[in-house]
């Protein structure tokens, strides 16, 4: 998988020293995972990072600087029920894996009752969902206050009369779409999905909600890799994340 903003008073909170569980053949499939990294929801453009440890290809990360609005120590049980696995899918990725998030049913409860509580008074008419994992965040939130669902996919997914946007790839294009009529004009649409890396699929969702006249409130991910500056493409449109990881 391989991030203005709402006015807050931000805290810096201590960042954890422990590393990342290195995969290992002999490994059982869903390993523990070590002490919860100390990790906030934010809404913030940017933040301090903490350092990592280099190696080929890439960066072991052994913690994070947590900007934070407040205390919720839920967060801080989200983020140590994410696994990283380093090297994948191909070597210097360090993959943020929600799976075991998803084993963790007070975990995965704990990350949807966030989002709602965050977005259950601000009017949201629609929960646009990223494939393929904001369709694992998005449903729960939509129901949960009272907005329809969209997923918004991969090319030639989608059944009926769709309309597109193309975004950049490190070589070459992609696209997203969504069904005709399914977003309408004055809509408030909440995007959602797993985790702002570099920004570019994010950017298409809004501008595809955009076009067709939908006022796009927020952008909400589970995760964000800040050093990816995924923020800096969606320019002034809003990002909210839970975990952030250096």
């Known amino acids: 998988m391989l991030l203005p903003r709402l006015s807050s008073s931000l805290l810096r909170l201590p960042s954890s020293s422990a590393s990342a569980p290195a995969a290992a053949a002999?490994?059982?499939?869903?390993?523990?995972?070590?002490?919860?990294s100390a990790f906030a929801a934010t809404a913030t453009t940017g933040g301090a990072r903490s350092t990592g440890v280099r190696f080929p290809g890439g960066v072991r990360r052994r913690g994070a600087v947590a900007m934070a609005s407040g205390h919720d120590a839920r967060v801080a049980g989200i983020a140590s029920s994410i696994r990283v696995i380093p090297d994948f899918p191909k070597p210097g990725i360090m993959f943020q894996d929600i799976t075991t998030l998803l084993l963790d049913p007070k975990a995965f409860r704990d990350t949807i009752d966030l989002f709602v509580e965050r977005y259950?008074?601000?009017?949201?008419?629609?929960?646009?969902g990223v494939e393929a994992?904001?369709?694992?965040?998005?449903?729960?939130?939509?129901?949960?206050?009272?907005?329809?669902?969209?997923?918004?996919?991969?090319?030639?997914?989608?059944?009926?009369?769709?309309?597109?946007?193309?975004?950049?790839?490190?070589?070459?294009?992609?696209?997203?779409?969504?069904?005709v009529g399914a977003v309408e004009a004055n809509d408030r649409a909440l995007v959602v999905d797993d985790l702002i890396a570099t920004g570019g699929t994010l950017c298409a969702a809004v501008k595809l909600l955009e076009r067709v006249g939908a006022k796009v409130v927020?952008?909400?991910?589970?995760?964000?890799?800040?050093?990816?500056?995924?923020?800096?493409?969606?320019?002034?449109?809003?990002?909210?994340?839970?975990?952030?990881?250096?």
């Open 218 to 246: 927020e952008c909400a991910c589970v995760i964000e890799l800040p050093e990816l500056k995924g923020r800096d493409k969606l320019g002034d449109r809003p990002v909210f994340v839970l975990v952030k990881a250096d």
């Open 26 to 36: 002999s490994a059982p499939p869903f390993p523990p995972r070590g002490p919860a």
């Open 120 to 128: 259950k008074d601000q009017g949201i008419t629609v929960v646009a």
């Open 133 to 179: 994992r904001g369709f694992i965040f998005g449903p729960p939130i939509a129901l949960a206050i009272g907005a329809k669902f969209v997923p918004l996919r991969k090319p030639k997914k989608l059944p009926g009369e769709v309309i597109s946007e193309e975004y950049s790839l490190e070589y070459g294009t992609d696209k997203i779409e969504m069904h």
